[in-house]
């Protein structure tokens, strides 16, 4: 695993024997690689598939201080190298969008398509409001199961929660599987806020697919418009489901990148 002036990077691999292009998936807040897990596999029967730990998350070294996005862009390219992909086809998701847009505005020869999911060129109101209160009840010593237990609702759909396929996501995992720091969560959060890539969108001339969910509170169509409108030649999807519509439909959100991807194979 590549080492930077502020520790270790972690990813995961998977490939298949005749894959000749990469992917490189990005997480977003609170998560690491194995938010990839199904979609790594999927993907892996095409091409050679990297899920990252970014920094401050998973087996990654942890935040040594402030960071921003822009960091964690810087964090990719590492890992690109070490793995030896000179560019990859890159899915964003959530704050892992946000990392893939500055990749593809910093670093354009690295990424050959592009793919942003859940996301945004900066927070609207409404989830600002709202991280920040979370935010200010994690900094007054909340435990990390209070914090999922006021998170799970916003990242589903109403229909998906009414349904018995949301009761594994509804409550904390036990097993310690969510072992992300107060201070790695609340710094990748502060990172999360201060981007502001709607300036920048123009300048991305990657082939662009925006994928939003229906019903997702966090990330809403809009804000993949937003994305869409900025981003010349975006082709945009809405999927149903909330902000995790990766999970609540899952077919769906494989079928988009498999056909955007196997679509512009050269």
Same mark, same amino acid.
């Given at each position: ?5 502020? @520790?270790?990077?972690?990813?995961? *691999? ?8 990469? &992917? ?14 199904? *979609? ?15 920094? @401050? ?13 822009? +960091?964690? /862009? ?5 890992v690109l190298d070490a793995a ?6 890159? &899915? ?11 990749? /593809? ?19 609207? &109101? ?10 200010? &009840? #994690?900094?007054?010593?909340a435990s990390a199961r209070l914090? #999922?237990?006021? =998170? ?11 349904? *018995?396929?949301?009761?594994?996501? %509804?409550? #904390? ?5 969510? +072992? ?5 969560? %609340?710094?990748?959060?502060?990172? +999360? ?10 300048? =991305? ?12 509170? %966090? ?7 937003? %994305?869409?409108?900025? =981003?010349? @030649? /975006? ?5 149903? @489901? ?25």
């Amino acid at each position: 695993m590549p080492h930077t002036p502020c @520790g270790q990077l972690h990813w995961t *691999e998977a490939t298949c024997d005749t894959a000749t292009q990469t &992917v490189v998936l990005l997480h977003g807040l609170g998560g690491d690689a194995g938010f990839w897990a199904n *979609e790594q596999q999927a993907l892996a029967r095409h091409f050679r598939v990297l899920a990252l730990d970014m920094r @401050g998350s998973g087996r990654s070294a942890a935040c040594s201080g402030p960071l921003s996005i822009e +960091d964690l /862009a810087a964090d990719v390219v590492t890992v690109l190298d070490a793995a030896g992909v000179e560019s990859a086809h890159v &899915v964003g998701f959530s704050m892992g969008g946000l990392v893939a847009q500055a990749l /593809a505005v910093t670093f354009p020869q690295r990424v050959s398509r592009l793919v942003l999911a859940a996301t945004f060129a900066t927070t609207n &109101v409404q989830a600002r409001h709202f991280l920040k209160a979370v935010a200010s &009840v #994690y900094r007054n010593d909340a435990s990390a199961r209070l914090m #999922y237990d006021l =998170i799970v609702p916003w990242l589903f759909s109403l229909p998906f929660l009414s349904d *018995e396929r949301a009761a594994p996501f %509804l409550s #904390y995992p036990e097993d310690g599987a969510d +072992d992300q720091s107060r201070e790695d969560w %609340l710094c990748l959060l502060d990172a +999360d806020l201060a981007f502001d890539g709607r300036d920048r969108l123009a300048s =991305i001339r990657t082939p662009t697919l925006v994928l939003a969910g229906a019903d997702d509170a %966090l990330a809403p169509p809009s804000d993949a418009e937003q %994305l869409a409108r900025g =981003i010349e @030649g /975006a082709v945009l999807r809405v999927i149903p @489901g909330g902000h995790l519509f990766n999970i609540e439909s899952a077919d769906a959100f494989e079928r988009e990148l498999l056909g955007f991807f196997q679509a512009h194979t050269d």
